[in-house]
């Protein structure tokens, strides 16, 4: 699959399992009965602000992997943690660190399976800086809200138990309403800055969708259990199982930095992501008791 040769698909696709499920969704583009292109993916100016707020906050809380706790999910030379480009036209050669962050409104302690709480990284090191943090991860409305959409389209069930759960625990943002978009149905947003992912399962996600921007070339999404490449562009959307599906990013090069550009060259990508055994406790009766109020927990933080 990772031959130039090996079928890529560009146009969007939905793949069923085998349960006559829908499995794997694809947007990207597809044609009219007309023969005209119609694009299902990210518009570019939403794609371009999410790309913006989240160079700003990878160069203000650069946040690299901590391979010391176990996450063998990303390539080997993120232990050399810079990304070089070139500038076009010119002889100058540019550094940035990669990393991985991830925003959890709710995640589970490791060994502690009954600690439902925010990640370290989206509450930051006071609550100026978290306020911070969850205005460069999550004023992007418009992207959420199309996948959503997308999920409630093609996985209904999903949707609906995505939904109860995010509206009964969701914090990150009041502002959704007020501009009138739902504000999404996933608790999580994972970035991979300038970095990108070998092969492995998201074992305990429930249902997630992925996306990406940059400028590069490569870095084509493979998922080898059901033997499809996709060409995986700037803007495309991928909603699938993640826990049930290896996949995987193949190698990619940034390009040259031109002058025009706002933001720096190489690929940035984004997971949306609810974790199975948050999504229980949420989904169950006494889900108040892990509702995050801004200090702590009502009863499930002790």
């Known amino acids: 699959m990772t031959k130039p040769n090996f079928k890529l698909r560009t ?6 399992g085998a349960n006559r499920q829908p499995a794997v969704l694809y947007l990207s583009y597809h044609y009219d009965a007309e023969g005209n292109k119609i694009r299902d993916n990210i518009p570019d100016r939403a794609l371009l602000a999410k790309h913006i707020n989240t160079q700003k906050l990878a160069h203000k809380f650069p946040n690299q992997i901590d391979f010391a706790a176990g996450d063998q999910r990303h390539e080997p030379d993120q232990q050399y943690p810079l990304m070089s480009y070139r500038v076009a036209g010119t002889n100058i050669i540019r550094f940035e660190f990669k990393g ?10 490791r060994g502690h399976p ?10 930051g090191k006071s609550t100026a800086e978290r306020d911070r943090i969850v205005h460069l991860t999550h004023t992007d409305w418009k992207i959420q809200d199309l996948i959503a959409r997308y999920v409630k389209r093609f996985f209904p069930e999903q949707f609906r138990l995505l939904k109860i759960a995010f509206d ?5 943002s009041s502002d959704y309403n007020e501009k009138g978009y739902e504000g999404g149905i996933f608790f999580n947003r994972v970035t991979l ?28 999404l493979i998922l080898p259990d059901v033997r499809l490449k996709f060409k995986y562009a700037p803007g495309d959307i991928v909603i699938f199982f993640s826990d049930a599906l290896y996949h995987s ?13 706002i933001v720096t060259p190489g690929r940035v990508s984004w997971v949306l992501n609810t974790h199975t055994d948050v999504l229980q406790k949420f989904l169950s009766d006494d889900y108040e008791q892990w509702i995050y109020d801004g200090r702590g927990y009502r009863k499930g933080y002790q």
């Open 11 to 16: 146009t969007t696709t939905l793949l069923f």
């Open 114 to 123: 009954d600690r439902v709480r925010p990640s370290a990284a989206i509450l």
């Open 100 to 109: 991985v962050r991830h925003d959890c409104q709710y995640w589970t302690e």
């Open 249 to 261: 990013i193949l190698p990619w090069a940034p390009l040259l930095k031109q002058p025009e550009d």
């Open 193 to 220: 800055w300038k970095s990108t992912a070998r092969m492995h399962r998201d074992r305990k996600d429930y249902l997630c969708a992925i996306f990406c921007s940059g400028s590069f070339e490569g870095g084509e």
């Open 168 to 172: 009964r625990g969701h914090w990150a």
